[in-house]
């Protein structure tokens, strides 16, 4: 509803607001707060169809912040140009004391920085035999002999499986 000019009265869920343009101010706050047009604020613009650019803060406009950083913005020194900070940094300076966490231990130790990863391959002590075509590199499971078997044997009625050797 508009109160006048500047002002209207929005309606939200289940509040009224009381919102004015011209002071920048919401009684929900968050315009003054932020500094941007709030929801209520922006229904008033809107219906007074004029840019949301207006009614921004002075520190969201262009200029300004070309004019915060125009200037030459020099890097703190490191190394033999650094200065001497004595008085920042303690001379006395201790980490805290260790506290031993809460909980079971860890079963592997964490590892430092240089240290291999362990592979996965190597916990593996000997190679992968099929049991059921006798070929080392794969188990049963990933036996391509096996799934012909098994698809037969879905086909046929006996439930086990007759291993075959030719002998020359």
Partial sequence: MVASDNSFEVQDV??????????????????????????????????????FENYCDVAFKIEPYLKTYSGMIHPIPVGKDSLDMPDVIPAGLIPPPLRRAPGRPRKNRTRGPHEPAPSSQSKRSTTLKCSICLASGQNKRTCQRGLVKAKMGAISAPNHVYNLFYLN
Avoid at 32 to 37: F, T
């Fill in 14 to 51: 289940d509040k009224t607001y009381f919102v004015n343009l011209l002071d920048r101010i919401c009684e929900c706050g968050a315009f003054k707060i932020s500094g941007i047009p709030y929801k209520h604020a922006a229904l008033g613009i809107l219906y007074r169809r004029d840019k």
